[in-house]
């Protein structure tokens, strides 16, 4: 069994509060939850999700997390960091101890500990980065392992059991840099069975890796129905650079359109809408990609900025009126 959790962390000075307890491993097993996270991130659920932070070289920071035993039995828990990249849209710890650059800076104490069943421990993880830290995000993970005591003798079997914690550390001099991403096109189709789905192309356009979830909304529908909002397939993450497909998995009994589909994503704090007329093919088909209409905020802009140039405009107006009176009254006296 091989399970990825997620956890979250601070600038070395920042001060940390304690977010809501994360949901328990669900197979009943060994479980990590955050203890502290960065303050700053109280609205970025991402950051309070996962290890998520921008260092300067020759910086430590220190984060406690707690590792929960839900088994019926008393369990020997190693607790390590290792290496991990992005691959094809997929966040990957490295097998085993396979070390990279910031598994290097990490350590994880106690490394190994005893906790009876039921019970938790509270670990702390340390990241020092190097002070030759050459510009540039990096990927890891804190592993919590199990090792089975039951071993095959014939086959040498040893039965491993993990949950981590990931790791996103960007490591240069001033701010972090920015996040940002676009929506590309919609693409609805259908599975061989029926079940709809609706295919965003989302390009990471930002300085750091993405972890995408939102929402699709279905309106205007053959008799004007209305269908949502449905979840976005969790897990996709985005390189730097890299374009990914997120998918909606809609319900099945929603009728073939056409449909007014309003997609929102976010990754953190960063959050875009998409809008575009969509129409489900049949059983098996993909329809071809809608160029999407994202809802413009600088049609916002341009009418407040239309309404201030009124507003100057009746100002400059006013001006000249005043003026015009004073010199009526003056020629008057």
């Known amino acids: 069994m091989l399970l990825l959790g997620v956890l979250t962390a601070a600038p070395a000075q920042a001060a940390v509060v ?100 039921g019970e938790t ?22 592993w919590a392992e199990v090792r089975s005591d039951q071993r095959d003798d014939r086959r040498g079997v040893v039965q491993v059991s993990r949950v981590g914690i990931r790791l996103y550390v960007s490591v240069g001099p001033g701010g972090a840099p920015a996040p940002d991403f676009t929506i590309a096109s919609l693409i609805a189709k259908r599975s061989s069975q029926g079940q709809p789905a609706v295919s965003a192309v989302v390009h990471n356009t930002g300085g750091r890796a993405l972890d995408m979830s939102g929402t699709l909304q279905l309106s205007d529908g053959p008799g004007a129905l209305s269908a949502g909002p449905f979840p976005a397939e969790l897990g996709r993450t985005l390189a730097i650079g890299d374009t990914q497909t997120v998918t909606v998995t809609l319900d099945a009994a929603v009728p073939d359109g056409p449909w007014d589909a309003h997609l929102k994503l976010r990754s953190g704090r960063i959050e875009r809408e998409a809008e575009a007329t969509i129409t489900f093919p049949r059983p098996g088909g993909l329809a071809a990609p809608v160029a999407i209409a994202e809802p413009d905020n600088r049609s916002w802009l341009g009418l ?29 006296m």
């Open 18 to 117: 304690s977010p809501a307890p994360q949901e328990a491993d669900a197979t009943g097993g060994i479980g990590l939850r955050l203890l502290d996270a960065p303050t700053e991130a109280a609205d970025d659920a991402r950051a309070r999700l996962y290890i998520v932070d921008h260092l300067a070289p020759g910086t430590h920071i220190e984060r406690r997390i707690e590792v929960s035993n839900a088994t019926d039995s008393a369990e020997t828990v190693a607790l390590y960091a290792a290496g991990a990249s992005i691959d094809d849209g997929t966040f990957v710890g490295t097998s085993g101890k396979t070390a990279n650059e910031l598994s290097s800076w990490t350590t994880v104490t106690p490394a190994r500990s005893d906790i009876p069943a």
């Open 304 to 332: 407040v900025a239309a309404v201030g140039l009124v507003l100057l405009v009746l100002v400059a107006l006013a001006v000249v009126v005043i003026r015009r009176r004073r010199c009526l009254t003056r020629n008057l």
């Open 121 to 142: 421990l509270i670990a702390t993880v340390d990241i020092d980065v190097a002070i030759d830290a050459a510009p540039g995000e990096r990927y890891g993970v804190v």
